[in-house]
């Protein structure tokens, strides 16, 4: 299952990242509103975690805006808001359920699985780019039809970009997903993991990963 997780305070943020990783979920971090918001757009969620009160753009407006756009992921507000008016603010601006600071993690944990229990399954297996066919499920690559042996990281990279087409994903989000904010990752490792990952799909034709300078890369 894939959670979005937008909380602007930084220990808090890592803290439930550590959590949900260790509870079997693929996790993506924003530290503010515009971020989760963009995020939330370009990829795709079953839940969606967000602070009330952020940076950018608050919880609450990304929560009203995402719903606007008939974005579906189960939504969960966490807030020192406890007021009933707050609640009921939440709820009617397409929150799923809300979740008052502070909280006990195996309530969040068991909230999180109602909320993905009462939602749709959207399960994507195949991803294409070009000529390159990733299976999901199967954890394999083929290109031309001939499979590409990959290890974990090679296939998390490649599935993190492929799942974010023509989407620029930073070198943080990339190490985030990739090593799970292991702390000794560096750049020198993401820099070596692209280089392999090209020397096993590229060709003299294609190029399949962008470099954006400064930013990051995107397939």
Request: contains cysteine.
């Given at each position: 299952?894939?959670?979005?997780?937008?909380?602007?305070?930084a220990?808090?943020?890592?803290h439930?990242?550590y959590?949900l990783?260790?509870?079997?979920?693929?996790?993506?971090?924003?530290?503010?509103?515009?971020?989760?918001?963009?995020?939330?757009?370009?990829?795709?969620?079953?839940?969606?975690?967000?602070?009330w009160?952020?940076?950018?753009?608050?919880?609450?407006?990304?929560?009203?805006?995402?719903?606007?756009?008939?974005?579906?992921?189960?939504i969960?507000?966490?807030?020192?808001?406890?007021e009933?008016?707050?609640?009921?603010?939440?709820?009617?601006?397409?929150?799923?359920?809300?979740?008052?600071?502070?909280?006990?993690?195996?309530?969040?944990?068991?909230?999180?699985r109602?909320?993905?229990?009462?939602k749709?399954k959207s399960?994507?297996?195949?991803?294409?780019?070009?000529?390159?066919?990733?299976?999901?499920?199967?954890?394999?690559?083929?290109?031309?039809?001939k499979?590409?042996?990959l290890?974990?990281?090679?296939?998390?990279?490649?599935?993190?970009?492929?799942?974010?087409?023509?989407?620029v994903?930073?070198?943080?989000?990339?190490?985030?997903?990739?090593?799970?904010?292991?702390?000794?990752?560096?750049?020198?490792a993401?820099?070596?993991?692209?280089?392999?990952?090209r020397?096993?799909?590229?060709?003299?034709?294609?190029?399949?990963?962008?470099?954006?300078?400064?930013?990051?890369?995107?397939?």
């Amino acid at each position: 299952m894939k959670i979005l997780f937008a909380e602007d305070d930084a220990i808090l943020r890592k803290h439930i990242h550590y959590l949900l990783t260790q509870a079997g979920y693929c996790v993506t971090l924003a530290a503010n509103g515009e971020d989760a918001y963009d995020l939330a757009l370009h990829e795709t969620f079953d839940v969606i975690i967000l602070d009330w009160l952020m940076p950018k753009k608050s919880g609450i407006a990304v929560c009203r805006a995402l719903r606007q756009a008939n974005h579906t992921a189960g939504i969960i507000m966490l807030t020192a808001k406890g007021e009933d008016e707050d609640i009921i603010s939440g709820l009617d601006e397409g929150a799923d359920d809300y979740l008052i600071k502070p909280f006990k993690t195996n309530i969040l944990l068991a909230r999180i699985r109602a909320v993905s229990r009462r939602k749709p399954k959207s399960v994507i297996t195949t991803l294409h780019c070009k000529d390159l066919l990733l299976n999901a499920q199967a954890h394999t690559l083929h290109k031309n039809n001939k499979q590409i042996e990959l290890t974990k990281n090679e296939f998390l990279l490649l599935h993190y970009l492929m799942s974010n087409q023509n989407h620029v994903l930073t070198r943080e989000q990339i190490i985030n997903y990739v090593w799970h904010f292991e702390q000794d990752v560096s750049n020198n490792a993401l820099d070596a993991l692209i280089k392999l990952v090209r020397k096993k799909i590229d060709d003299e034709h294609t190029s399949y990963i962008q470099t954006v300078r400064g930013v990051g890369y995107k397939m």
